[in-house]
């Protein structure tokens, strides 16, 4: 503190004269703040002197200690669960519990951070990207599989069916592998409890899909023939079944909490239980309603009973002894054709092979074999 500050402070304290309104004027100090430091120094002596915290005694808006150790339990309980322990979370849980009045999003994240719970990791921050939702239940399912272990080490693959309008959880089923037949039969599941959809989403998994390879899977031409639409997505571009992608995580936190089954019904048991929990549990991209609920809002839309054919084109290279691949078969075509280029015009199972101008074969793909054989060839011109 200014020396002739505390001089004249002493001074004026033991009676003697001072011009207070001059030496205000000149050291640019009010006179109130003069006279407060005169009033401490005769009270409290040189201790008058020292600076006083400027912060208020009280704070009516401080969190309390029960609050906030409502909290850090409230986070332990949902992580000990496999459960979201994030801020929304824990504030829905101590809503549900009864606490009143439940502390905000905002007031829980600040108490984690208080307790270093929480460490800002802003690099990890999220891209914003272009969502979509489907309007109805039932207009989009996604499935798609992931890895899991036994306690015996075996790998095995859980499938997970989601409907993108609700986020709800219709079909989580145990594998063996993630093949084409377990796909088959984990939609088979879904279609009993909720009826069929208009339309499912799936990756470029051989279980899935051959559209990428120029063809259809088993799986497409089943789903076509239930009048259900089959959407895949780009090769490379997982962020298209992002909900799915999103909810394995949410999946796989839950099954680390829960003791490592011994066998494929073991998992089955526990997914079942799994996909009670969350169907039933708040979503905060469903603005903090539960899977079940934002289904059972919306009258659910259904597949038209009318088959799908699929169709399209596909270019390929004709072998040296006349044989070209489609579809997982081997297409006869004649020698006189070998080394070229051909073009498949294709509708179900029906194919026109073209080389050229030239109509090279017509068949319809026996299924049942890998090789077609030469039934009807036309000549070159």
Same mark, same amino acid.
């Given at each position: 503190?200014?020396?002739e500050f505390v001089s004249a402070i002493v001074r004026l304290a033991r009676g003697d004269k001072v011009n207070v309104a001059a030496f205000c004027r000149t050291h640019e100090i009010s006179r109130t703040t003069f006279y407060k430091y005169v009033a401490r120094f005769t009270a409290e002596g040189a201790d008058g002197f020292t600076r006083r915290s400027t912060a208020p005694h009280t704070c009516p808006t401080r969190t309390s200690a029960a609050l906030c150790e409502a909290v850090l339990r409230a986070r332990k309980d949902l992580d000990a669960a496999g459960l979201d322990n994030g801020p929304q979370s824990i504030s829905w849980r101590l809503e549900s519990l009864g606490f009143d009045p439940f502390p905000s999003r905002a007031t829980v994240y600040r108490i984690l951070v208080d307790h270093g719970q929480i460490v800002a990791q802003p690099h990890k921050r999220p891209k914003s990207r272009r969502r979509f939702e489907y309007a109805d239940p039932g207009g989009l399912w996604q499935i798609d599989g992931m890895e899991h272990y036994l306690s015996t080490g075996e790998k095995v693959c859980v499938l997970q069916i989601l409907d993108d309008h609700s986020r709800l959880d219709v079909g989580s089923c145990a594998a063996t592998t993630e093949n084409g037949a377990e796909a088959w039969r984990s939609l088979e599941q879904a279609f009993a409890?909720?009826?069929l959809p208009v339309r499912v989403l799936f990756d470029n998994g051989k279980a899935f899909s051959a559209k990428h390879r120029g063809g259809t899977s088993a799986l497409e031409r089943t789903l076509a023939g239930l009048g259900v639409h089959t959407i895949t997505s780009s090769v490379y #571009? /997982?962020?298209?079944?992002?909900? @799915?992608? $999103?909810? #394995?995580?949410? !999946?796989?936190k839950w099954l680390r909490k829960q003791p490592a089954p011994d066998t494929l019904d073991e998992l089955q048991a526990?997914?079942?239980?799994? $996909?009670?929990?969350? @169907? @039933? &549990? $708040? #979503?905060?991209? !469903? *603005?903090? &309603? %539960?899977?079940?609920? $934002?289904?059972?809002? %919306?009258? %659910?839309?259904? *597949?038209? /009973?009318? /088959?799908? +054919? &699929?169709?399209?084109? *596909?270019? &390929?290279?004709?072998?040296? %002894?006349g044989i070209v691949q489609f579809d997982g078969h *081997? +297409?006869?075509l004649g020698r006189e054709w070998g080394d070229q280029r051909a073009i498949l015009h294709w509708r179900g199972d029906d194919v026109t092979v073209m080389v050229g101008d030239v109509v090279a074969h017509t068949l319809t793909l026996n299924r049942s074999v890998k090789f077609q054989p030469l039934t009807e060839l036309s000549t070159k011109s």
């Amino acid at each position: 503190m200014d020396p002739e500050f505390v001089s004249a402070i002493v001074r004026l304290a033991r009676g003697d004269k001072v011009n207070v309104a001059a030496f205000c004027r000149t050291h640019e100090i009010s006179r109130t703040t003069f006279y407060k430091y005169v009033a401490r120094f005769t009270a409290e002596g040189a201790d008058g002197f020292t600076r006083r915290s400027t912060a208020p005694h009280t704070c009516p808006t401080r969190t309390s200690a029960a609050l906030c150790e409502a909290v850090l339990r409230a986070r332990k309980d949902l992580d000990a669960a496999g459960l979201d322990n994030g801020p929304q979370s824990i504030s829905w849980r101590l809503e549900s519990l009864g606490f009143d009045p439940f502390p905000s999003r905002a007031t829980v994240y600040r108490i984690l951070v208080d307790h270093g719970q929480i460490v800002a990791q802003p690099h990890k921050r999220p891209k914003s990207r272009r969502r979509f939702e489907y309007a109805d239940p039932g207009g989009l399912w996604q499935i798609d599989g992931m890895e899991h272990y036994l306690s015996t080490g075996e790998k095995v693959c859980v499938l997970q069916i989601l409907d993108d309008h609700s986020r709800l959880d219709v079909g989580s089923c145990a594998a063996t592998t993630e093949n084409g037949a377990e796909a088959w039969r984990s939609l088979e599941q879904a279609f009993a409890g909720y009826g069929l959809p208009v339309r499912v989403l799936f990756d470029n998994g051989k279980a899935f899909s051959a559209k990428h390879r120029g063809g259809t899977s088993a799986l497409e031409r089943t789903l076509a023939g239930l009048g259900v639409h089959t959407i895949t997505s780009s090769v490379y #571009h /997982p962020q298209t079944c992002g909900k @799915n992608e $999103r909810v #394995h995580q949410t !999946l796989q936190k839950w099954l680390r909490k829960q003791p490592a089954p011994d066998t494929l019904d073991e998992l089955q048991a526990l997914l079942d239980q799994y $996909r009670e929990v969350y @169907n @039933n &549990r $708040r #979503h905060q991209s !469903l *603005a903090g &309603r %539960t899977p079940q609920q $934002r289904y059972d809002d %919306t009258p %659910t839309v259904a *597949a038209t /009973p009318e /088959p799908k +054919i &699929r169709s399209g084109q *596909a270019t &390929r290279s004709v072998s040296h %002894t006349g044989i070209v691949q489609f579809d997982g078969h *081997a +297409i006869s075509l004649g020698r006189e054709w070998g080394d070229q280029r051909a073009i498949l015009h294709w509708r179900g199972d029906d194919v026109t092979v073209m080389v050229g101008d030239v109509v090279a074969h017509t068949l319809t793909l026996n299924r049942s074999v890998k090789f077609q054989p030469l039934t009807e060839l036309s000549t070159k011109s």
